[in-house]
């Protein structure tokens, strides 16, 4: 998991994968609600871009635009480099 400076952690991904099913505008509430009351407007963008991503993967999850475990690894040995 990310760490932010202040101790501040990303939602664990199961979090994130129920948060991918409600609405929009109850999803962010929800996120920012849930946040310490010491975050700063750039945590909670951070949060708020990360749940974004994960229900956009879950979303082409869905459409079935998905990559095997095998080109999941060749792509990220590029990365890890």
């Given amino acids: ?8 952690q990303y939602l664990k991904i199961k979090e994130l ?5 409600i609405s ?3 999803n962010i509430l929800k996120t920012v609600q849930g ?5 700063s407007i750039e945590e909670a963008m951070e949060r708020l871009y990360l749940l974004f991503k994960v229900e ?3 979303n082409q999850a ?10 999941a690894e ?3 040995k590029k ?3």
């Fill in 1 to 8: 998991m990310k760490h932010f400076g202040d101790g501040l």
């Fill in 56 to 58: 956009k993967g879950c």
């Fill in 35 to 39: 946040l310490p009351d010491n975050t």
């Fill in 74 to 76: 060749k792509r990220m």
């Fill in 62 to 71: 869905d459409l079935g635009k998905t990559v095997s475990h095998a080109e």
């Fill in 24 to 26: 929009g505008k109850q």
């Fill in 17 to 21: 994968i129920m948060l991918a099913t």
């Fill in 79 to 81: 990365w890890l480099k």
